[in-house]
């Protein structure tokens, strides 16, 4: 029984320590480039991915806003998060994003993704 115990103890100290070994993804540093650089030519104020549906990415505040039928974002779930599905081209082709213009890299997807599960916070 004690070995158990002590198996069962490890167990937990490993996996909060390869928890505490995760990047911290800022969305400053880490999102807001990869937002600027592939979706913001679209989905800034008055052109045609915001006419289309009423998402900014030119700010933290109008990211977390979403579109005009809602967030877009699911704090602390990327699986969920309709930002993730059209980037990772999870949705049909016409919702799937960038339009028009190269998928994201595998790990510019990754950072996303990683800043949602770690809550979509504003850092």
Known sequence: MRITLSNGCLLIMLVFLLASCTKQVS???????ILEAKCLSCHAVGSEGYEASGLSVESYEQVMKGTRQGPVIEPGYSYFSTLQIVV???ADSSSSMPKDSAKLSSSEIQII???????ARNN
């Open 27 to 33: 969305f400053s540093k880490n999102v807001m480039p």
């Open 88 to 90: 990772e081209h999870r």
């Open 113 to 119: 993704g990683e800043w949602i599960d770690q809550g």
